[in-house]
């Protein structure tokens, strides 16, 4: 089974600041996809970024980057120009891959990040 | 709008009784996902549907049970409800193995009083 650990319960980061969530994970698998979800109050699931494990390049998505360490099974989330409505509950999920059915997300707890002005 | 619709967006019911949510997934998606978030657990994977038939079980219990339609519309069912049943429940959807991960609904926020 994989697991995924968020160690941050919360952070905070003023408006324009840069900010950096982590998220670590356990598994065995070698292919797989890993996930960044925001969960802003409205409670909608929003997919952030995602990465897929056999490309080495860090994904970005404008404010939004990762750091991926396979060997270390780290993926954490990079948020530059933080805006005020970047505040919100940030879930890390891992996927096997490999099936043509899909499988289940892992999710970790999440962070609970606050962009002050 | 997502894509996945979930009805109804509230429920509040008694103890003991029993409910039905219901959910559409994003057009030409096969595979449906039942996730539940409450405050303690984060979200936790229920159940996955395949083109109609059972593919995944996660963290279930006996008392909710799921099917997914002809067409590829899924009911979660939940009986015998207890106060510790309230909670958010999340539809998904996904084309299979791909990489943009799910889509998921608005939630059923589920309150059993």
């Known amino acids: 089974a994989q697991t995924v650990t968020q160690s941050q319960p919360e952070m905070s980061v003023q408006e324009a600041e840069t900010v950096t969530l982590s998220c670590t994970y356990d598994t065995s698998e070698n292919n797989y996809y890993l996930f960044w979800y925001k969960q802003p109050p409205s409670r909608q699931m929003i997919l952030v970024i995602r990465q897929e494990a056999y490309k080495q390049q860090n994904a970005t998505e404008n404010r939004f980057s990762v750091n991926f360490q396979k060997a270390a099974k780290s993926f954490s989330l990079k948020i530059s120009d933080s805006q005020l409505g970047d505040t919100a509950m940030y879930f890390c999920?891992?996927?096997?891959?490999?099936?043509?059915?899909?499988?289940?997300?892992?999710f970790g707890k999440g962070t609970s990040l606050l962009v002050t002005p | 709008d997502s894509g996945v619709t979930q009805t109804p967006k509230h429920l509040i019911t008694a103890t003991g009784q029993r409910v039905t949510l219901r959910c559409s997934p994003r057009s030409g998606d096969l595979s449906v996902y039942w996730y539940q978030q409450s405050l303690d657990q984060g979200l936790q994977f229920l159940i996955q549907y395949y083109n109609g038939e059972e593919r995944a079980k996660g963290n279930i219990l006996e008392r909710f049970s799921a099917q997914q339609f002809p067409d590829l519309h899924s009911e979660l069912n939940l009986s015998s409800l207890e106060l510790g049943d309230s909670a958010l429940y999340f539809c998904?959807?996904?084309?299979?193995?791909?990489?943009?991960?799910?889509?998921f609904g608005s939630g059923t926020r589920l309150t059993v009083v």
């Open positions: 999920a891992f996927m096997k891959r490999g099936s043509n059915s899909g499988y289940a997300l892992n």
């Open positions: 998904a959807s996904s084309g299979g193995d791909s990489n943009y991960g799910y889509t």
